[in-house]
């Protein structure tokens, strides 16, 4: 199983596409946090809750995780490379699973990252500017804890995903029209019917919640989480199956 | 060391594999030949544990692909070869599959050079030709250094160098004990090296049997060229020969070249010509292949 999970890394590592995650990370969490302390009124700058704010920028992280996650299943199908992975692996439930877990060590690589440049950005700006920071809150900390496990568990959503929809521009484009649109459409229907209650089960309002940031999230952090891991098993239960069942012709 | 028993596929509406059964015998080349869209491909894939067949059963040294313990120690496959991530170097390519065949990566550069890429190995496989990708193809499956082989059309679309670069590298491997499946719609391609063929056609088998044989059963005919090709047509037929021109005053007659021969003595007839017309290997195929149609 080892075997494979190093193979699976070592695909993601193989390609230039790993560099422009690296690239797209760096920047957009730079110019995120770059954005929000610059905009920020000096007042604002020493409080909790603005600190919280910064480190949320790490929800850039979370969408690239899922997006990973889709690519890394999706990819294999593009290219035809699925043939020699089930050559070399023809129980292609253990292939799943090394993906899974590989999608899990980038994505929490991924949020590390975003952590990083979040701290070489806000703690000299900071300091700079006189602000007090909440470095000694555990607030702080549990909010980083959250978006690193939220990158893992979106990263998972991904690779469930891809293993439904195999192909790759099918699985790109309707995640995240899914998300920004349909989840959001269908959030206006259970409205009208007032059945607001079952919007928090939908996939992305849990795993909006399991990233600890509060605000409109649907659903408080537990119920979140165990709702995200819910969906997360269905897809990943069929999405195997329907893996194990096609024709690699 | 390969066994096929009554494989059945059947895609939607089409039965791409009726109820295919042969055998590849250990230490053997065996050529798998049939017309495009024989079921060649599917075949092999099912063979290979990556197409589910509707009914019959494959074994791979005595058991189904999925139950080797280390598949690519026990044989090694080249199937298309655009399976390739077109942005990989050819040598990652082979350090993930290496990676995840528990195979130390030092043997990554033995495949190299055995295939003759290690030149080209850092550069992005988007940049390879065909014949570099049949290389890189091979370079994989020799990867876990098995004793079986299963190669798809290996020869399609490469110049007539890479074909003869192709036999020559297939020959040594065969002489090293390995047993190789080899498939292709041209006979000619693979008949130098080929010791036993599996001739299928609409899923079904036509025949198995070493490649001497074939072409021993191939009955040839006896070219024979005379100024007085119609007498000596009327008189073949009068004995029930038949007989078919093949230019002006050339016929081809299916009969020995010495009954023809003495036919034309007793009667007077001058030859210009006398000589035994080898079927080609085409022709076999065409044959043996076109009775499956018109049934």
């Known amino acids: ?249 | 060391m390969i066994e096929v028993e009554s494989l059945t596929k059947r895609y939607g509406r089409v039965l791409a594999v009726d109820d295919l059964s042969f055998r590849v015998e250990p230490g053997t080349i065996t050529g798998f030949l049939g017309p495009n869209g024989a079921g060649k491909s599917t075949t092999l894939r099912s063979v290979l544990g990556l197409v589910h067949p509707d009914a019959g059963r494959t074994t791979v040294l005595g058991v189904p692909y999925r139950e080797l313990d280390r598949p690519l120690h026990s044989v090694g496959a080249v199937l298309e070869a655009s399976e390739v991530h077109p942005g990989r170097s050819g040598r990652n390519h082979l350090r993930v599959l290496a990676a995840a065949a528990g195979i130390p990566r030092s043997r990554v550069a033995e495949v190299l050079s055995l295939v003759e890429l290690t030149k080209a190995s850092k550069r992005r496989v988007k940049g390879y030709s065909l014949g570099m990708r049949q290389r890189l193809g091979l370079a994989c499956a020799l990867l876990g250094d098995p004793d079986v082989l299963v190669l798809d059309e290996p020869a399609n679309g490469l110049d007539p160098a890479g074909i003869r670069w192709l036999r020559d590298f297939l020959r040594s491997l065969a002489a090293e004990g390995r047993s190789i499946l080899l498939s292709s719609h041209v006979l000619s391609e693979v008949a130098q090296t080929v010791d036993r063929v599996v001739i299928i056609h609409h899923g079904k088998l036509v025949q198995q049997a070493p490649i001497a044989e074939v072409l021993a059963g191939a009955h040839g005919a006896t070219r024979v060229r005379s100024p007085d090709a119609r007498r000596l047509t009327d008189l073949l037929s009068a004995q029930g020969i038949a007989v078919t021109e093949l230019a002006e005053r050339t016929l081809a007659v299916e009969a020995a070249p010495e009954a023809v021969g003495e036919l034309a003595a007793a009667n007077g007839i001058v030859l210009h010509e006398l000589g035994v017309e080898r079927a080609t290997l085409e022709e076999v195929f065409f044959e043996l292949t076109r009775g499956e149609t018109t049934e």
Request: proline letters at 2%; hydrophobic letters at 55%.
């Open chain 1, 1 to 249: 199983m080892s075997a494979l999970v190093h193979s699976e890394l070592l695909k993601i590592r193989t390609t230039r596409s790993w560099w422009a995650y690296l690239v797209a990370l760096v920047l957009l969490t730079g110019a995120g946090v770059a954005g929000e302390i610059g905009s920020a009124g000096s007042a604002d700058r020493s409080t909790l809750g603005f600190q919280e704010g910064l480190v949320e920028t790490v929800g850039v992280a979370v969408i690239l995780a899922v997006i990973l996650g889709i690519t890394i299943v999706t990819t294999e199908f593009r290219h035809g490379t699925v043939t020699p992975t089930f050559l070399a692996a023809p129980h292609r439930e253990r292939v799943m699973a090394a993906k899974s877990a590989a999608s899990v060590v980038v994505a929490t690589g991924f949020a590390l990252l975003s952590l990083a440049v979040v701290a070489a950005v806000a703690l000299p700006w900071l300091a700079i500017v006189d602000a007090q920071t909440h470095l000694g809150d555990g607030e702080l900390w549990t909010r980083a804890a959250q978006q690193i496990l939220a990158a893992a568990l979106w990263a998972l959503m991904g690779v469930a995903v891809g293993a439904v929809v195999h192909s790759q521009v099918a699985a790109l484009v309707g995640t995240l029209v899914w998300i920004f649109l349909g989840e959001t459409l269908l959030l206006g229907l259970l409205g009208l019917l007032d059945a607001e209650g079952v919007a928090a089960y939908l996939p992305f309002r849990a795993l909006d919640a399991a990233d600890g940031t509060g605000g409109d999230d649907l659903q408080s952090y537990g119920p979140g989480v165990a709702v995200a891991i819910g969906w997360i098993a269905l897809l990943g239960a069929l999405g195997t199956g329907r893996t194990r069942r096609r024709d690699i012709s």
